[in-house]
């Protein structure tokens, strides 16, 4: 676990697939993203992962394309419009006890379709005491070494008149500089800026957890491994974090029954075996009610399986204090195959987990309005309106020119989203209604006649 006090608040791309102009995400403890099919959803959700895989696998490409179905992509299917596209990358950094914004910084990437790399050409340093410096890649480098990674950049600043002889060799893995060297010692604050951004980074890479839309069904018989520290998107390691054998293993069981209990009327349990000699075991359901009446969760609904990583995972957030400071959790659908009476718990335990675990952020991908108004009415049920603060609406949808663009909402005291009703973005329940009643008028006037 990398120990920093400081957290990603933000992100902003621009040039990025269908975000072509400036988009920003804002990481709240809740932070719900909505929007059409096709509207960027899932590609803002994977900008986040893109980031984090980049570092964790120490890539020389500052982002890494992710995606469920198991395809390598190209960096330049990152890019709005191939290689010909300036790909601008500016994350927030914030201090996690105060939340307070700490500092920024900027990247620009350009992408070498001959050489099939992407290179990061500027970096931008901004601290809220005022320290502003920018160092840029001296191409020419680049140019007689067109594979080299650690690459030479030049200092400026506009409060500083050092001429240009001040230069910084950098490595990247991925976002993450992680070597440097300065040929003045007087400008320590270069590198104690670039150490800042290095632990941030590798701590976010380190706390990010992606639950794509397609979970696996966990089999009858699981076989017993060690303690995951990495997940799938596809959630198939996540059941081992119910197992007694781990040190949490019965807490976090007892925490996701809670959920099942409280949305299906069923209770979760875990029942080892040895199966060909080897350690196994099994996620069980029972109702409530005839709790002997164990079925393997495999042999129930779709939507019981498939919510099982969600449930265990904030569980497991809400269960381990101190193993990851700072978690983000990021579901898409995870309201996947659920009866919409289940989403209202669904929302209840996202609230809970964020409560239970200062400093966890959820970030989920959804299309239930059910999900939306339950939090609502949690915000407006809070003393002093107190969630209010931790929730963040997005809103993504396509421009007239069909680019991508987000729109924040965000609840105020009195528990209203605003404007976002006024866009009528859940507005089809209801239209749909209103036409079903047209047409019954029309029907009863025709049989009158």
């Known amino acids: 676990m990398t120990d920093t006090n400081l957290i990603l608040r933000s992100v902003t791309v621009e040039g990025y697939k269908g975000f072509e102009k400036p988009a920003t995400i804002y990481l709240s403890p809740l932070t719900l993203v909505f929007g059409e099919n096709s509207a960027g959803k899932s590609s803002i959700m994977r900008l986040l992962v893109?980031?984090?895989?980049?570092?964790?696998?120490?890539?020389?490409?500052?982002?890494?394309?992710?995606?469920?179905?198991?395809?390598?992509?190209?960096?330049?299917?990152?890019?709005?419009?191939?290689?010909?596209?300036?790909?601008?990358?500016?994350?927030?950094?914030?201090?996690?006890?105060?939340?307070?914004?700490?500092?920024?910084?900027?990247?620009?990437?350009?992408?070498l379709r001959e050489s099939n790399r992407a290179l990061?050409?500027?970096?931008?340093?901004?601290?809220?005491?005022?320290?502003?410096?920018?160092?840029?890649?001296?191409?020419?480098?680049?140019?007689?070494?067109?594979?080299?990674?650690?690459?030479?950049?030049r200092y400026s600043s506009k409060n500083e008149d050092i001429g240009s002889a001040l230069e910084t060799v950098i490595r990247f893995e991925g976002l993450l500089p992680v070597?440097?060297?300065?040929?003045?010692?007087?400008?320590?604050?270069?590198?104690?800026?670039?150490?800042?951004?290095?632990?941030?980074?590798?701590?976010?890479?380190?706390?990010?957890?992606?639950i794509g839309p397609l979970r696996r069904v966990p089999p009858r018989h699981i076989p017993l491994t060690c303690h995951p520290t990495r997940f799938s998107p596809d959630g198939r390691e996540v059941p081992q974090l119910l197992h007694a054998s781990n040190q949490f293993g019965e807490q976090i069981t007892t925490k996701t029954s809670e959920f099942y209990e409280d949305s299906t009327g069923r209770q979760l349990t875990i029942q080892p075996s040895v199966l060909n000699g080897k350690e196994v075991f099994?996620?069980?359901?029972?109702?409530?009610?005839?709790?002997?009446?164990?079925?393997?969760?495999?042999?129930?609904?779709?939507?019981?399986?498939?919510?099982?990583?969600?449930?265990?995972?904030?569980?497991?957030?809400?269960?381990?204090?101190?193993?990851?400071k700072s978690p983000i959790l990021l579901f898409e659908n995870p309201e996947l195959h659920l009866h919409d009476a289940?989403?209202?718990?669904?929302?209840?335990?996202?609230?809970?987990?964020?409560?239970?675990?200062?400093?966890?952020?959820?970030?989920?991908?959804?299309?239930?309005?059910?999900?939306?108004?339950?939090?609502?009415?949690?915000?407006?049920?809070?003393?002093?309106?107190?969630?209010?603060?931790?929730?963040?609406?997005?809103?993504?949808?396509?421009d007239t020119d069909g680019r991508s663009k987000i729109d924040l909402f965000q609840f105020d005291e009195a528990g209203s989203l605003g404007g976002l009703w006024s866009k009528s973005i859940f507005g089809y329940t209801s239209d749909l209604a209103k036409r079903i009643l047209s047409a019954r008028l029309k029907t009863t006037s025709v049989k009158e006649e």
Not at 87 to 108: F, G, N
């Open 50 to 111: 893109s980031i984090a895989k980049a570092i964790l696998e120490q890539s020389e490409y500052p982002l890494i394309p992710v995606s469920v179905d198991n395809e390598d992509y190209g960096f330049d299917s990152l890019l709005t419009n191939g290689a010909s596209s300036l790909l601008k990358i500016s994350l927030s950094l914030d201090d996690l006890l105060s939340e307070t914004p700490t500092l920024q910084v900027s990247y620009s990437i350009r992408y």
């Open 120 to 153: 990061i050409t500027d970096i931008d340093f901004q601290r809220n005491t005022g320290e502003k410096w920018s160092l840029h890649l001296i191409t020419d480098s680049i140019s007689k070494q067109p594979y080299l990674r650690d690459a030479p950049y």
């Open 179 to 210: 070597t440097r060297s300065l040929n003045k010692s007087n400008f320590l604050h270069i590198n104690n800026g670039l150490n800042e951004i290095a632990k941030t980074l590798k701590a976010f890479a380190e706390s990010v957890i992606w």
């Open 282 to 324: 099994t996620v069980l359901l029972a109702p409530i009610e005839h709790p002997t009446l164990v079925i393997p969760i495999a042999d129930h609904g779709a939507g019981m399986a498939q919510v099982l990583p969600v449930a265990t995972l904030c569980a497991w957030a809400a269960c381990q204090p101190g193993l990851i």
């Open 342 to 398: 289940v989403h209202e718990p669904l929302a209840n335990l996202f609230l809970d987990t964020i409560s239970k675990r200062p400093g966890t952020r959820i970030v989920a991908e959804t299309h239930s309005e059910n999900l939306l108004l339950t939090v609502q009415l949690q915000v407006i049920k809070s003393k002093n309106n107190s969630l209010s603060k931790d929730v963040g609406v997005n809103w993504i949808l396509k």
